[in-house]
């Protein structure tokens, strides 16, 4: 059955177990996902890429057998999905198995695809397009994010974010994220703060440079750092995107303990971690221990300190410590 973006909401009141997205707008699809699938999910959820289903086929299958036998429900996401997957789902059809939803993520299929009119035909199957979202949808979802958290900003400054997002929802978010960062230590966003977040297109962020020193990347943090000039006035950002990702870390390893399974803690994550971020996350929670990163925090705070005490050499104490973090018992 073919559901158009607009009738989502029969997702609810309709029992699919199979379920194709295909479109480029994965910021939009990864939201549905969220949505309406993981967040009221009761059960197993887990995430593969098509390639791990077929490395070894016949094992894949009978692992999944196996498993239905020891699990109530499964929620199966599978990624990067092409016409291959198709062998995939009719076997699983033809298998019979109980209690298990699939959501294929795949781009932009045809009409003459395979695997896009058998979802569309076949019973108990969804299949739902993503196309690009307008001007109209994008400059809607960052009004209501500014106005939630009660930020004064032009629309000019919005159509300038939309601009430098090039029509996608996922860079929306994105970018976003970078500004959620910066309202940690300022409620009022100028034209000057937007093109410094959002001109980034060509380099390395401030919060790709926050990632990769959490997860102790020493290589790639050295590369951010060689590619990008980072001034003295940047440092207080630098530091508080460092604070805002490295207290999400807290909370997520505080989880992890209690779930036993990094996997299931990062799906459950609220606000959610967006698919090309998960393996980056998960890399931090496995280098870092909770009193690791509760030291972590409380040294951070003490060098923003410093750093406003010393601001002539502020620069050089902020890129040590983001080099001497992402080394650290590495």
């Not at 009660?150 to 919005?158: A, L, P, Q, T």
């Amino acid at each position: 059955m073919i559901i158009k973006n607009f009738e989502l909401k029969k997702l609810d009141k309709i029992d699919y177990n199979l379920i194709l997205l295909h479109g480029e707008n994965e910021g939009f699809k990864h939201k549905i996902i969220n949505d309406f699938f993981i967040k009221s999910f009761e059960g197993e959820i887990q995430k593969y890429e098509e390639e791990e289903v077929f490395i070894n086929y016949n094992e894949f299958i009978a692992n999944l057998l196996n498993k239905s036998f020891f699990s109530d429900k499964k929620l199966l996401i599978f990624s990067r999905t092409s016409e291959k997957i198709l062998k995939f789902i009719e076997e699983i059809i033809l298998k019979d198995i109980k209690d298990l939803t699939i959501i294929i993520n795949s781009k932009t299929l045809e009409k003459k695809s395979k695997l896009r009119s058998f979802f569309e035909k076949e019973e108990n199957c969804a299949c739902i397009p993503f196309y690009e979202d307008d001007e109209r949808t994008l400059h809607q979802i960052s009004t209501n994010f500014f106005s939630e958290h009660k930020v004064s900003i032009s629309r000019e400054m919005i159509n300038l974010i939309i601009e430098r997002c090039r029509g996608d929802r996922q860079n929306l978010f994105n970018e976003i994220e970078k500004i959620s960062s910066l309202l940690l230590s300022k409620k009022k966003i100028t034209t000057e703060d937007v093109i410094k977040l959002t001109n980034l297109a060509e380099n390395y962020s401030i919060s790709e440079l926050a990632d990769n020193c959490l997860a102790k990347n020493t290589n790639k943090v050295n590369k951010i750092l060689n590619e990008n000039k980072f001034s003295s006035d940047e440092c207080i950002l630098i530091l508080r995107t460092l604070l805002f990702k490295t207290k999400r870390l807290l909370e997520l390893s505080r989880k992890n303990i209690q779930n036993k399974n990094v996997e299931q803690t990062i799906s459950s994550s609220r606000p959610p971690i967006f698919w090309k971020d998960k393996q980056i996350v998960k890399n931090q929670i496995m280098n870092w221990k909770v009193n690791e990163v509760e030291n972590l925090i409380i040294n951070i705070k003490n060098l923003e300190i410093d750093v406003k005490k010393h601001a002539s050499s502020s620069l050089n104490l902020v890129l040590d410590f983001i080099l001497n973090t992402s080394s650290a018992n590495n």
